[in-house]
């Protein structure tokens, strides 16, 4: 065989070894070519980090609504008593959409709390501001009550929450660990009379790029 037929087999051999190399080490777990596979938010896909993923978010998220209904404060309340959403504080390297979380939890307890608690959206206060003034002065009439525009309640509790991060870096890898901590505050004396945790860690080879 000819020098040129000994490289040109060579060649042909080590390309499908590259490629090869090349889609293990992008750590894609379905054939090349195949279609986005759709996963329910609480499992752990292939494409994974060691930060805070969709399956941390679901199961913290579900323990703070659980956690938040069995106090006493909230189950045994003559009326339901009416929570504000206050922000979240990230303290973790992780530049993810904090106010997810409240999000979440605050779906959670309107889906399936059964009117237990209600929520004052004051995402919407200048827009009903706005809305009060225009009925006050009558150039718009509120079909639904009379009597005409009432006043907005005010927050019985303040639900917040702060996830605090802890990372370890050597050359065998990265280390995350995160803690996720929750409170619900009287509006009326500043006491916390709910808070709850959870803590995750993990580890692996490759951090994940958040957008």
Do not use: H
């Not at 996963?39 to 752990?44: F, G, I, K, L, N």
């Not at 399956?55 to 009326?79: E, F, G, H, W, Y």
């Amino acid at each position: 065989m000819s020098t040129t037929s000994r490289f040109l087999v060579a060649s042909v051999a080590i390309v499908p070894a590259f490629l090869s190399g090349c889609a293990t080490s992008a750590g894609v777990s379905q054939p090349a070519g195949s279609p986005v596979v759709e996963m329910r938010p609480d499992e752990r896909g292939a494409v994974a980090g060691t930060g805070i993923e969709s399956q941390d978010m679901v199961a913290v998220t579900d323990k703070m609504a659980r956690s938040i209904l069995a106090i006493p404060q909230i189950a045994r309340a003559p009326v339901p008593p009416s929570i504000v959403l206050d922000p979240v504080v990230n303290n973790t390297r992780f530049p993810i959409n904090k106010d997810i979380f409240l999000t979440r939890i605050r779906t959670q307890l309107n889906s399936k709390a059964a009117g237990q608690v209600s929520f004052l959206d004051r995402e919407m206060l200048k827009t009903l501001e706005r809305e009060r003034e225009l009925k006050r002065t009558g150039q718009v009439t509120a079909s639904a009550d009379p009597r005409g525009p009432s006043e907005f309640g005010g927050a019985d509790y303040f639900l917040t929450g702060k996830l605090d991060g802890m990372t370890t870096r050597t050359s065998a890898g990265t280390s995350d660990y995160v803690l996720y901590s929750f409170r619900l505050t009287d509006a009326r004396t500043s006491r916390i009379v709910w808070e709850d945790t959870a803590e995750i860690k993990k580890q692996g080879l490759e951090d994940a790029a958040y957008r």
